[in-house]
């Protein structure tokens, strides 16, 4: 199998046949033997019967249906799996990935390169949006140990034996954009210009996109944790310092201040610190707490397309 393309799927009918026509203009002129491999991460609408239907008509296609919504990241993790191309191919469903660049892709990753990735500018995306995802990344890459660029996602193309890193790595809580970095290999990039999602809207509301920028910070190091040390010990400093100037001030007989307003800054200002560095401590208790029950990343309820192509050597 010369390529696999692997299609995390949450409540995309309305797009899918239009992908498939859009890969089948693309894919045939550009490799031989190829999959694509549609995963149902647990929609509620029809994405499931529309991924039976495309497997029955075209050999090429099959699919996994997990249990039920796991996430980008578990259904991604599930399409790697079952993968058995020389190179994965990872887009989206939802038309915003095009599948034109994908020539530029594949050249890249056959003229030496491990990954390909391709970054999307930030054009016809809320002024906002685009500003806070700046800040982020520029946070990201000051706090942790990999370097992650704006626009990157999950649109990459890898050779088998990054796909194989990936894959090589046990953790059940994942954050992709960054263990697609960590892995290393040479890596190149391929800009293009963002498009805007034909149907429906993204899957990532605010909430769940804030929970996935604080996974980007905490999955790959403890500096956050170092940086709560640090903050707790400058803010002890200080406030000793403080104490000994009170001290030294009512032994000097000053006259004392109704310091109401000290009280409450201190207060709040130490009581907001020991939440904050309580949150940091926690956030990482609680990965601990999720790998170690090590938990599946999901479950396969239904699978199906073309016969299963025979597991690949050594595997
Ligand atoms: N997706 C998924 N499970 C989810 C959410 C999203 O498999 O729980 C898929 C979705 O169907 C799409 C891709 O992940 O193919 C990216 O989702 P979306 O377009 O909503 O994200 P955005 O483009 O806003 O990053
Ligand atoms: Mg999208």
């Not at 697609?180 to 890596?187: K, L, P, S, Y």
């Not at 910070?217 to 400058?234: D, E, H, I, Q, T």
Request: charged share 25%; aromatic share 10%; with cysteine.
């Amino acid at each position: 199998m010369d390529l696999s393309v692997v299609i995390p799927c949450f409540n995309e009918e309305r797009g899918l046949k239009e992908l498939r026509d859009e890969l089948n203009a693309v894919l045939p002129a550009l490799v031989g033997r190829y999959e694509v491999v549609l995963v149902d991460d647990g929609s509620t609408d029809g994405t499931l019967e529309e991924a039976r239907r495309l497997s029955s008509l075209d050999p090429r296609y099959r699919y996994l249906s997990l249990s039920r919504n796991f996430g980008k990241e578990g259904a991604m993790l599930a399409g790697i799996r079952e993968a058995t191309g020389d190179r994965v191919l990872i887009m989206d469903a939802d038309l915003q990935h095009p599948a034109w660049l994908i020539a530029d892709m594949l050249k890249l990753l056959d003229s030496g390169h491990d990954q390909v990735v391709a970054r999307r500018d930030r054009h016809g995306e809320p002024r906002v949006r685009a500003l806070l995802s700046k800040l982020y990344y520029i946070g990201v890459n000051k706090l942790a140990d990999v370097q992650l660029e704006d626009g990157v996602g999950d649109f990459r193309v890898l050779s088998r034996r990054a796909v194989d890193a990936m894959l090589a790595m046990p953790e059940s809580n994942r954050f992709s954009k960054g263990l697609f970095a960590w892995v290393g290999f040479r890596t190149a990039t391929v800009p293009y210009r963002n498009v805007t999602r034909k149907y429906d809207r993204s899957c990532f509301s605010l909430g769940k996109l804030v929970n996935y920028g604080i996974d980007g910070v905490v999955s790959f190091n403890s500096k956050p944790l170092r940086a709560a040390v640090y903050l707790g010990s400058l803010v002890t400093l200080l406030a000793f310092v403080y104490a000994v100037y009170v001290i030294v001030c009512a032994l000097a007989g000053f006259p004392g201040v109704p310091g109401y307003a000290t009280l409450m800054v201190g207060i709040t200002g130490f009581g907001g610190m020991q939440l904050l560095l309580l949150g940091v401590v926690g956030e990482y208790v609680g990965r601990i707490y999720l790998e170690s029950k090590k938990r599946p990343p999901y479950f396969i309820k239904e699978s199906g397309g073309s016969v299963m192509p025979p597991a690949r050597e050594g595997s």
